[in-house]
C-alpha cells in the first residue's frame, strides 16, 4: 500500500515534458509597416490640425497682451503713474518681424517709466517681458510703439487697439482677433468679421 503511494506521489511529481513557447512581440518587418502607416496617418492629419493650432497660437497671444494691459493698468494706478508697454524692438530673441512701429510681432514688455518718454532708458525697471507665440502677427492700431498709463489707471493718448492674425493671413481669417481696449482700461476681445478695431 505504501507503494502504490509513493508510486503516485512520483507519478504526479514528474512533470511532461513542455514544449517550446513561441516567442512573444514583433519582428523588425511587421514594427516598420506599423511606423509607416502611422507616419502615413499622422502626414494625412496634419493639415488639419493646422488651423487649430493657428486659434490656439492667436487665443494665447490675445490672452497674454490682456493681461499685460491689466497688470501694467494695476501697477500704474499702484505708483502713481509713469508705467509703460512698449513692443520688443526687431531682432529681440532673434525676432526679425517688428521693423516698423505698429509690429508688435516680436512681444512687449512693462516697465517704469520715470521720464515720461515712453522708451526704456537706463535705471528704469523692466516689470514684466512677453514674447509673442511663434507665427502670428500682432499690429497696433495707429501704429504707436508705446502706452502709457497714468497715475489712474487710464491710457495717455486714444484708444489702444490690436489685430492678432495668424502669419501670412488676414484679418478675414477664422482665427483672427482683435482687442481694444478704452482709455478707461475696459478691455473686450473682438471676432475677425468686427474688425479692425476702430474704437475702444
Same mark, same amino acid.
Given at each position: 500500500?505504501?507503494?502504490?503511494?509513493?508510486?503516485?506521489?512520483?507519478?504526479?511529481?514528474?512533470?511532461?515534458?513542455?514544449?517550446?513557447?513561441?516567442?512573444?512581440?514583433?519582428?523588425?518587418?511587421?514594427?516598420?509597416?506599423?511606423?509607416?502607416?502611422?507616419?502615413?496617418? &499622422? +502626414?494625412?492629419? /496634419?493639415?488639419?490640425?493646422?488651423?487649430?493650432?493657428?486659434?490656439?497660437? %492667436?487665443?494665447? &497671444?490675445?490672452?497674454?497682451?490682456?493681461?499685460?494691459?491689466?497688470?501694467?493698468?494695476?501697477?500704474?494706478?499702484?505708483?502713481?503713474?509713469?508705467?509703460?508697454?512698449?513692443?520688443?524692438?526687431?531682432?529681440?530673441? =532673434?525676432?526679425?518681424?517688428?521693423?516698423?512701429? +505698429?509690429?508688435?510681432?516680436?512681444?512687449?514688455?512693462?516697465?517704469?517709466?520715470?521720464?515720461?518718454? =515712453?522708451? /526704456?532708458? &537706463?535705471? !528704469?525697471?523692466? /516689470?514684466?517681458?512677453?514674447?509673442?507665440?511663434?507665427?502670428?502677427?500682432? #499690429?497696433?492700431?495707429?501704429?504707436? &510703439?508705446?502706452?502709457?498709463?497714468?497715475?489712474?489707471?487710464? %491710457?495717455? =493718448?486714444?484708444? %489702444?487697439?490690436?489685430?492678432?492674425?495668424?502669419?501670412?493671413?488676414?484679418?478675414?481669417?477664422?482665427?483672427?482677433?482683435?482687442?481694444?481696449?478704452?482709455?478707461? =482700461?475696459?478691455?473686450? #476681445?473682438?471676432?475677425? !468679421?468686427?474688425?479692425?478695431?476702430?474704437?475702444?
Amino acid at each position: 500500500m505504501q507503494n502504490m503511494q509513493s508510486l503516485s506521489r512520483l507519478r504526479r511529481s514528474i512533470r511532461k515534458p513542455s514544449t517550446p513557447r513561441a516567442p512573444h512581440g514583433f519582428t523588425v518587418i511587421e514594427l516598420m509597416v506599423v511606423v509607416s502607416i502611422l507616419a502615413l496617418l &499622422a +502626414a494625412l492629419a /496634419l493639415p488639419s490640425f493646422t488651423p487649430l493650432i493657428e486659434r490656439w497660437r %492667436v487665443q494665447q &497671444a490675445v490672452k497674454g497682451l490682456e493681461s499685460t494691459l491689466y497688470y501694467a493698468r494695476a501697477e500704474a494706478i499702484k505708483r502713481g503713474g509713469t508705467v509703460t508697454v512698449r513692443k520688443h524692438p526687431t531682432g529681440t530673441g =532673434g525676432c526679425l518681424l517688428a521693423p516698423g512701429n +505698429a509690429n508688435w510681432d516680436c512681444g512687449w514688455f512693462v516697465f517704469t517709466d520715470t521720464n515720461s518718454n =515712453g522708451t /526704456l532708458d &537706463a535705471g !528704469e525697471e523692466v /516689470l514684466q517681458s512677453f514674447p509673442t507665440p511663434p507665427n502670428i502677427d500682432v #499690429t497696433r492700431v495707429g501704429g504707436a &510703439a508705446s502706452i502709457e498709463f497714468d497715475r489712474w489707471g487710464r %491710457v495717455s =493718448g486714444p484708444f %489702444v487697439g490690436f489685430s492678432l492674425v495668424p502669419h501670412d493671413k488676414n484679418i478675414s481669417d477664422l482665427a483672427a482677433r482683435g482687442l481694444c481696449m478704452s482709455s478707461g =482700461g475696459r478691455i473686450r #476681445t473682438i471676432k475677425s !468679421e468686427d474688425m479692425p478695431c476702430t474704437s475702444g
